[in-house]
């Protein structure tokens, strides 16, 4: 493959980290513009309106869009949540009042900490609240044991690779993909270096369509807004690799 090939892979592109700095109506626009695009929603119970973590009031604001628009939407789960739902506890379907319906991907995100699972209790909210939601686990953490106990859910499972554990770091090389899962690539993507790292990304997927998703460097200098313009520059490079979906 020569480094002037573009090949359409990109099922998804996830843009992470939208939050009090934006109005939620402005996603609808660029959704419209970019309608491949995915917005990844942080959520964490003890870190809720701080930066990339929206408040309660303007995930409510979301809901009411959602409802009328349709945003395509993945919920990141952080913190006690994931660690209770790894415990069986539902506590995030129970907390959060504001429809957890409206994501169409779920994201456990382990902050590289173990997490102690009961299996048979995690399988049981898994199935009765997310029954044919997929399911994204980060490869490579030490979780990996709960992903694996998904196997009954398989289906249902992707895998993303971010090997700078959510700090935007690019990889040294990234990993080929799993044979048998969905796979995204994250970590250090930036609308700056999106072209050349797709070069060396493809050379991993076998063919497979993948995801991407960016975070860190959508965002300004002084981390405190979720950069639109960069998020709009990132789906325009990010086109030529997207698959083209029919209308």
Same mark, same amino acid.
């Given at each position: 493959m020569n480094g002037t090939e573009v090949r359409?892979?990109?099922?998804?592109?996830? #843009? @992470?980290?939208?939050? $009090?700095?934006?109005?939620? !109506?402005?996603? #609808? @626009?660029?959704?419209? $513009?970019?309608?491949?695009? !995915?917005?990844?929603?942080?959520?964490?119970?003890?870190?809720?309106?701080?930066?990339?973590f929206p408040s309660a009031d303007w995930l409510e604001k979301l809901h009411e869009i959602w409802l009328k628009e349709k945003l395509v939407l993945s919920a990141h789960l952080c913190g006690k949540w994931v660690k209770d739902l790894c415990l069986g506890v539902p506590s995030f379907f129970e907390e959060f009042k504001t429809g957890w319906e409206m994501f169409e991907r779920y994201q456990l995100n382990f902050q590289a900490e173990n997490h102690f699972l009961n299996e048979a209790r995690f399988l049981a909210v898994i199935g009765k609240y997310l029954d044919k939601k997929p399911i994204i686990f980060l490869a490579g953490e030490e979780n990996d044991h709960v992903f694996f106990k998904m196997e009954v859910f398989i289906a249902q499972c992707s895998v993303l690779f971010d090997l700078s554990g959510g700090a935007g770091i690019l990889p040294q090389s990234w990993p080929r993909v799993l044979r048998d899962f969905y796979c995204g690539y994250a970590g250090g993507l930036s609308p700056d270096n999106l072209q050349s790292e797709m070069q060396k990304i493809a050379q991993m997927t076998s063919g497979n369509e993948i995801w991407i998703d960016a975070e860190t460097w959508l965002r300004s200098g002084n981390d405190k807004i979720f950069d639109l313009d960069k998020v709009c520059d990132f789906a325009e490079k990010a086109k030529p690799w997207v698959i083209q979906q029919a209308t």
């Open positions: 359409p892979i990109i099922r998804t592109v996830t #843009v @992470t980290g939208a939050d $009090d700095s934006v109005r939620p !109506e402005d996603l #609808v @626009t660029i959704q419209k $513009d970019y309608p491949f695009l !995915e917005f990844g929603i942080l959520l964490s119970s003890g870190q809720q309106g701080s930066s990339r």
